[in-house]
């Protein structure tokens, strides 16, 4: 599917980009690509497909321990603050 100048220019403006007129030819170009490339994807037969934590069997990410590594200097922290009530910071309201 090869989108078109106008759909480039929306994208563009919902992206908040500004593109110069030269360059939306390609962007068109490499976005109709990411579409066509997509749409291959979604065209692939994926039904009785488990999903897999890893795509090698037998293998899991390793993650570090769940341990504490810093200690806990809240009130340290909170010794420079202009309010504090239990444990949290006050901010003064500004929304109504």
């Avoid at 590594?69 to 504090?84: F, G, I, M, T, W």
């Amino acid at each position: 599917m090869a989108l078109t100048r106008e759909q480039v220019e929306n994208i563009a403006h919902l992206a908040r980009l500004e593109l110069e007129p030269a360059e939306i030819p390609r962007f068109q170009q490499n976005l109709s690509s990411i579409v066509e490339f997509i749409g291959e994807l979604e065209r692939a037969e994926t039904a009785g497909i488990a999903p897999m934590a890893h795509p090698l069997p037998g293998l899991t990410q390793r993650l570090r321990p769940d341990v504490v590594s810093e200690p806990d200097e809240r009130e340290l922290y909170q010794k420079n603050a202009p309010q504090v009530a239990a444990g949290l910071y006050l901010v003064p309201k500004v929304i109504e």
